[in-house]
């Protein structure tokens, strides 16, 4: 069974430009949420899909959106990326009234 | 102020010590309380949840929960080498349809 899955691994873009990463969740999992980790941080909770909807949003601004498919799976897109958003992003998953899990992450670098 | 304060470290320590790692937090909503191991350049890595007060074992990991104290910790008994990575505590108010809140992460090495 395999666990949660992001593509790609590596993103290199410059300031001013969009991106879209991806998300494939764990098989039952029907919650995605995205988190973002700056270097020597914590993850930081960007926001929660279930059914589709969003269903919570941390302090992020709306360069930040996702979308989840009828499958599950999701993407996160970041428009007019600015230096500071070089992170690691992570994908996690949960299946209903349980704790989530980790995908690997895509490690994004804006130029 | 953070919602949730962790121990820096980094954490050096002998192979077969005992490790200690610690958090506090203010919100006393927090009811789930999570720790994550994460290699480096990977995703984190589920290790333990507890809900409310109380201590939970899993081989050789313990975490405790004190919600008076709003006090968490993860001791890990006979520390292996492999046991070096970062360590990171999280909590929520709801375990599931509920954000995570994290800690900025332990770096404990485990010496041969």
């Known amino acids: 069974d395999a666990g949660v899955t992001q593509s790609p691994t590596h993103l290199i873009k410059t300031r001013g430009q969009q991106v879209t990463l991806r998300c494939s969740p764990k098989s039952g999992h029907d919650t995605v949420s995205w988190y973002q980790q700056a270097l020597g941080q914590g993850p930081q909770f960007i926001f929660q899909?279930?059914?589709?909807?969003?269903?919570q949003r941390g302090n992020f601004p709306d360069r930040f959106s996702g979308h989840q498919f009828p499958n599950y799976s999701s993407e996160l897109n970041v428009n007019a990326l600015l230096l500071g958003d070089s992170a690691l992003y992570l994908c996690?998953?949960?299946?209903?009234?349980?704790?989530?899990?980790f995908g690997p992450g895509t490690r994004l670098t804006v130029l | 102020q953070k919602e949730v304060e962790q121990d820096p470290g980094p954490l050096s320590v002998p192979e077969g010590a005992i490790v200690s790692l610690n958090c506090t937090y203010s919100?006393?909503?927090?009811?789930?309380f999570m720790w994550y191991r994460q290699y480096s350049r990977k995703g984190p890595e589920l290790l333990m949840y507890t809900y409310s007060s109380g201590n939970k074992e899993d081989g050789r990991f313990t975490a405790q929960v004190d919600k008076s104290s709003k006090y968490i910790s993860l001791f890990i008994r006979d520390s292996q080498p492999s046991d070096s990575a970062t360590y990171l505590c999280a909590m929520s108010a709801i375990i599931h349809a509920g954000k995570s809140t994290f800690g900025d992460g332990t770096t404990l090495t485990v010496k041969p």
């Open positions: 996690a998953s949960s299946p209903l009234a349980d704790t989530q899990y």
């Open positions: 899909y279930y059914e589709e909807e969003e269903r």
């Open positions: 919100n006393s909503a927090f009811q789930y």
